[in-house]
């Protein structure tokens, strides 16, 4: 939540491998755009919007399955908030995302997630976390219940666990900051090309170990090297016929990124 009114800016990428069983290559190479777009305030209820852009240079070496070099995704995540007490807030996020190659953009070029939960917290350094989450992105249709915490263990430490989501942050100095963590990563694209319409999707889990470097209250840069596992590829039709879904081998996983915090 510290970085909620911060604009991030950052280039990732991992190199080509292959989809288990064949000779097909998969590489990306993306740049995000994180911004907040508004924020209000009244008595116990907090209402904020924001943005998301992302842009994919991908090379899949067979155009017969997918014949695109370039996919986009735009994300508005709207987050609701309610202060109960002292102790328990709750919270609803819904986060439409429009993801393809923009040829045609219809119902199939969206994808939504839904995050209904609740915090607790039980000291001042310990919160619980509850809820539940619904995706259209990751999964054609993913629910999984939700639980996790958050706990500042010392003032240059914390540690958050949500779910599949880890992080854990040690400031080194005032100005360096040192992160590891995991996370789910992908989504689904539509896209559109002489073969037809087709959705393609790709999932898998990242890891990363981070560097910030925080210049000053409001600039800091950060480098990130991590590995990704559990990779996925899906290839559908527009009526939902299976195509083509294969293991994609792990990869090294890199990131440049400048954050600017209002």
Same mark, same amino acid.
């Given at each position: 939540?510290?970085?909620?009114?911060?604009?991030?800016?950052?280039?990732?990428?991992?190199?080509?491998?292959?989809?288990?069983?064949?000779?097909?290559?998969?590489?990306?190479?993306?740049?995000?755009?994180?911004?907040?777009?508004?924020?209000?305030?009244?008595?116990?209820?907090?209402?904020?919007?924001?943005?998301?852009?992302?842009?994919?240079?991908?090379?899949?070496?067979?155009?017969?399955?997918?014949?695109?070099?370039?996919?986009?995704?735009?994300?508005?995540?709207?987050?609701?908030?309610? =202060?109960?007490?002292?102790?328990?807030?709750?919270?609803?996020?819904?986060?439409?995302?429009?993801?393809?190659?923009?040829?045609?953009?219809?119902?199939?070029?969206?994808?939504?997630?839904?995050?209904?939960?609740?915090?607790?917290?039980?000291? =001042?350094?310990?919160?619980?976390?509850?809820?539940?989450?619904?995706?259209?992105?990751? =999964?054609?249709?993913?629910?999984?219940?939700?639980?996790?915490?958050?706990?500042?263990?010392?003032?240059?430490?914390?540690?958050?666990?949500?779910?599949?989501?880890?992080?854990?942050?040690?400031?080194?100095?005032?100005?360096?900051?040192?992160?590891?963590?995991?996370?789910?990563?992908?989504?689904?694209?539509?896209?559109?090309?002489?073969?037809?319409?087709?959705?393609?999707?790709?999932?898998?889990?990242?890891?990363?170990?981070?560097?910030?470097?925080?210049?000053?209250?409001?600039?800091?840069?950060?480098?990130?090297?991590?590995?990704?596992?559990?990779?996925?590829?899906?290839?559908?039709?527009?009526?939902?016929?299976?195509?083509?879904?294969?293991?994609?081998?792990?990869?090294?996983?890199?990131?440049?990124?400048?954050?600017?915090?209002?």
């Amino acid at each position: 939540m510290s970085d909620a009114a911060a604009v991030r800016l950052s280039s990732s990428g991992s190199p080509k491998r292959a989809l288990e069983g064949t000779s097909t290559e998969l590489g990306l190479s993306q740049w995000t755009l994180i911004t907040p777009l508004f924020y209000k305030k009244r008595d116990d209820w907090s209402f904020a919007a924001g943005l998301r852009y992302e842009s994919t240079d991908i090379a899949f070496s067979d155009t017969s399955l997918l014949d695109e070099n370039w996919l986009q995704s735009i994300d508005f995540p709207f987050l609701l908030m309610k =202060e109960q007490s002292e102790k328990l807030n709750w919270m609803l996020l819904f986060n439409p995302t429009m993801a393809g190659d923009y040829d045609s953009i219809d119902s199939s070029t969206f994808n939504y997630m839904t995050i209904l939960g609740a915090r607790y917290r039980t000291t =001042e350094t310990f919160q619980w976390f509850f809820g539940a989450v619904h995706t259209t992105g990751y =999964e054609d249709n993913l629910f999984l219940p939700a639980i996790g915490f958050h706990w500042e263990a010392s003032e240059k430490s914390d540690f958050l666990f949500a779910g599949p989501y880890l992080r854990y942050k040690h400031s080194i100095t005032d100005s360096l900051d040192f992160i590891i963590g995991g996370r789910f990563s992908g989504s689904k694209w539509n896209t559109t090309a002489k073969y037809g319409e087709r959705d393609f999707r790709l999932k898998a889990y990242r890891t990363s170990a981070t560097l910030q470097w925080n210049i000053n209250e409001r600039h800091a840069v950060l480098a990130s090297f991590g590995w990704e596992f559990a990779r996925e590829v899906e290839i559908k039709t527009s009526d939902g016929t299976l195509i083509l879904e294969k293991d994609l081998d792990h990869a090294p996983y890199s990131e440049l990124g400048y954050r600017f915090r209002f």
